[in-house]
């Protein structure tokens, strides 16, 4: 484990922008933080960084006794700001200065992050002309400089086109095997794409934690799909462990169950009642259908 969340909230005068919450976030991994506007991502994030005090609980970083984790952790805010009049390289050179990077260090770190980020060649020219996608990717820069092991980046392509999306996604992809990466995302998709594990946040609390394996697995194989070479309708409308029914047409039924295990009751059920099965599939919900239950929940 690297960070321990127990029961951190945070409250803005009388709003509760975040319920007291817990979760932790395993060393390496990727995790991605959905939820809608509002949700409370930012604050989360915020908190996590160091940049804002919980009004409750503790944030701890594992085997790290300090009180000020800041060094550990590179962080791009929802909406960075910029010095239009610097160029890349004197924007880096400020920002590692700024979080005590060695001057040895800081030159070789420029270098790197940059042609990293894919900046090296407008290094010298002045960020006011740059593109959404080119700042960024220097935002990006700015958070990898010193290092961190925990990257937190607050919905870093929420605000691009669909290459800018990609390019920093691909980032993202390449820069797992070196570090813990939290980022918020109002876009399954996005998350789907690089991270292994999930924290949905909607009204400030918390409504699943855990890997996205896990999460299509629990949504997923729970319904059915059964076709019957006689009339099937009404025949499963007593049976206590379905969650749902949608009879398709006279011979098909799809049905969510109350558990998987009772799949096998329901066949049972349809040959006491005298119905041929022609057709038997577990469905897959989409992992959108799975978010969207969640969220419902
Ligand atoms: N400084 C603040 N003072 C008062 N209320 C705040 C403050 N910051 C956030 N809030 C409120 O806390 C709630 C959560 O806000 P937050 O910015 O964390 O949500 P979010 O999930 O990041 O939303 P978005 O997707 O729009 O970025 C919102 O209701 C917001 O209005
Ligand atoms: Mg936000």
Redesign the pocket.
């Known amino acids: 484990m690297l960070v321990t969340v127990q029961y951190v909230s945070k409250q ?2 009388k ?1 509760t ?1 975040v319920h007291p919450i817990s979760f932790s976030i395993g060393k390496g991994r990727c995790i991605a933080l959905l ?10 994030l915020q908190m996590l960084a160091g940049l804002l005090k919980p009004t409750s609980g503790t944030i701890e970083f594992v085997g790290n006794k300090q009180i000020d984790n800041r060094s550990q952790i590179g962080f791009l805010p ?1 909406h960075p700001t910029f010095f239009n009049w610097m160029t890349a390289q004197e924007f880096l050179q400020f920002a590692g200065e700024l979080s005590h990077v060695p001057k040895k260090q800081l030159a070789i770190r420029l270098k790197e992050t940059l042609a990293f980020v894919r900046l090296e060649d407008v290094r010298n020219k002045k960020i006011g002309g740059f593109s959404g996608g080119m700042k960024q990717r220097l935002g990006l820069a700015q958070a990898l400089l010193h290092e961190p092991e925990l990257l937190i980046l607050d ?1 870093p392509v929420s605000a691009l086109d669909p290459t800018g999306r990609r390019d920093v996604l691909q980032l993202l992809d390449q820069l797992k095997s070196n570090m813990t990466i939290l980022f ?1 995302t ?1 876009i399954l998709h996005d998350a789907e794409q690089v991270c292994e594990d999930i924290l949905m ?1 909607k009204d ?1 609390r918390l409504k699943w934690s855990g890997t996205l394996e896990g999460l299509k697995k629990e949504y997923n194989s729970l319904a059915i799909k059964l076709q019957t070479k006689e009339p099937i309708n009404g025949a499963l409308d007593q049976l206590d462990f379905m969650e749902e029914i949608e009879y398709v047409d006279s011979f098909t039924v799809k049905v969510r169950l109350k558990s998987l295990a009772n799949s096998n009751q329901l066949v049972q059920t349809l040959i006491e009642n005298k119905r041929t099965l022609a057709h038997f599939e577990l469905l897959q919900d989409s992992l959108e259908d799975a978010f969207m239950k969640v969220m419902e929940r």
């Open positions: 803005f005068k709003h922008a939820g809608p506007n509002g949700a409370g991502k930012t604050t989360t929802q919905e918020s109002h946040l400030g």
